[in-house]
C-alpha cells in the first residue's frame, strides 16, 4: 500500500506530533536563609508582597513551573541548623507539607540559598568576624556563633551537601545599608545620595560578595556555589541612566534599612527566577495587583516595561563569569531552553531561545547535509520551510513573534523543538 503526500497530510502529521509533544514542567524546592531582604511583609489582608517567594510563585505560576519554599529568619551566623520553619506567605506554598517533619533531607529541596546582613559590608571583609567586630557578641572566644562571613556559609554548605548531595546552593547579593537622608528633601538631594549609593552597590559592596563567593568556592573547592547578583542589577535599572530611573526613591523603599516596597521584591524575584528556573521570567506577566493602591501596587513605568526589564536582568546575568568564562550565576549553560536541555544528550541545539530574529542550530559533527526546518505555529500550521546546506553556517532568520514548533530533519534524525520569539 502506498500513500500519497500532500501538503495537508504533512501539517495534519505534524500537528498530530506537536499535540502530544509534553514539555518539561520546572519544579522549583527552596530553603532559604534569610531576613527581610527576602520576606519584609506578606500581608494577606492589604495584599502586600514585599517578599520575593510570592512573586516567585505568581511567575513560575503563569510559566507552567512549580514553586515551593521554607526558610527562616535571622542573620548569618545565628541561623540554626538542623533547619526550623519560620515563613509563610500570600502566594508561595511550603515545601515541608508535613510540620511533623523535621528531616531536612527528605523534603527534596533543590536548592539552598543563603544571604547575610546588608550593613556589614563597609567595616568587615568576608573572612573577619562582622558580628565580633561590631560587637553584637559579647564573648568570641566560646560562643560558637563567633564565625566569619565565610565560615558562616560553610557551615551551611556542609550542612546540605550531607543531607542532599546533589543540592544547588546559592548566595544571594543583597542591596546594602542607605546611610543618607531618608527619605530625600529634595530631587538635587537624591540625585546625589542615590547616585553615591547606587555606585557603592555596584563597586565595593558587589566586589564584597564576588570575594565571599570566592572564599567560599577556596574552602570547599569540590562545590558549586553560584552567586544571585541582585544589588548591582537593581541599581544599572534605579540609577539616572537606568530604565527605572524616573521612579523616586520613597515609592521604591520605605526607610533607610533599607526596606522595599512591593516593586523592589518583584525585581528581586525576577532576577532570582531568571537564575533558579535557568530561563528568563513569562512574557507579558499578569499583574494581580490592579485594585490595590502605590505603594503596594507595582508601578507603571515597571508595568509598561516589563518584557525589556525581562530582557535587560537576562543579558546582564550573562556578565557574571570566573575568569574561565564558566557563570558565576547559572547551575546550567543559560544559553539553552528547557528543551535543549533535555536534547543535550542527542546535541540537536536551537538558541539563543527564546531569542529575537537570529538563531543558531547545532547538530551531532556527523550531520549529513542538507538538513530541513519545518516551523509550525501553536494550531500545527505549517509557517515556514528553511533548508539549510553549509555545516559551516547552520544560522537562520525568523522574524514572527510567538511560540512555535521547529521540526529539525536529516538522513539520521528528527527532532521537534520549542521555539519562543519574542
Known sequence: MTYKITPSFFIGCFLFVVTNTSFAQLSNRSYIFGHSLVNHSADQTTQNRSNIPDW???????????????????FLPFQQL???????????????????NTDFGSIDYDNVIVTLANFIQPSSAPSDNAFCDQQYINNCNEDPNALSSVEA??????????????????????????????????DEEEATEFGAFYDYTRGDFHNWWIDLQDEVLAARPDSNVKLIPVGPILADLFSDTGILADIPAATLYEDAAPHGYPVVYFLTALIHYSVLYGEQPPADFQFPDENLAAPIRIPDLVKNNYNTIVSYIWDRLQDYTFASGESRVFVNDPTLSVDELSLQQEKILLYPNPGSERFMLRVPQNTA?????????????LVENISIT????????????????????????????????Q
Open 56 to 74: 516567585l510563585h505568581l511567575l513560575a505560576e503563569q510559566a507552567g513551573n512549580d514553586y515551593a519554599v521554607d526558610g527562616q529568619f535571622n
Open 82 to 100: 538542623p533547619p526550623i520553619y519560620h515563613w509563610s506567605f500570600i502566594d508561595a506554598q511550603r515545601a515541608r507539607t508535613d510540620e511533623s
Open 153 to 186: 556559609v560553610v557551615r551551611i554548605l556542609d550542612f546540605a551537601r550531607q543531607e542532599e548531595p546533589t543540592i544547588d546552593f546559592y548566595i544571594y547579593e543583597n542591596w546594602p545599608e542607605f546611610y543618607g537622608t531618608f527619605p530625600p528633601t529634595s
Open 369 to 381: 547535509f542538507p538538513i530541513s526546518l519545518h516551523i509550525v505555529n501553536t494550531l500545527g500550521q
Open 390 to 421: 553549509d555545516p559551516q553556517l547552520t544560522e537562520f532568520r525568523f522574524n514572527k513573534k510567538g511560540t512555535f514548533f521547529v521540526n529539525v530533519q536529516g538522513e539520521q534524525f528528527s527532532d521537534t523543538i520549542k521555539m519562543v520569539v
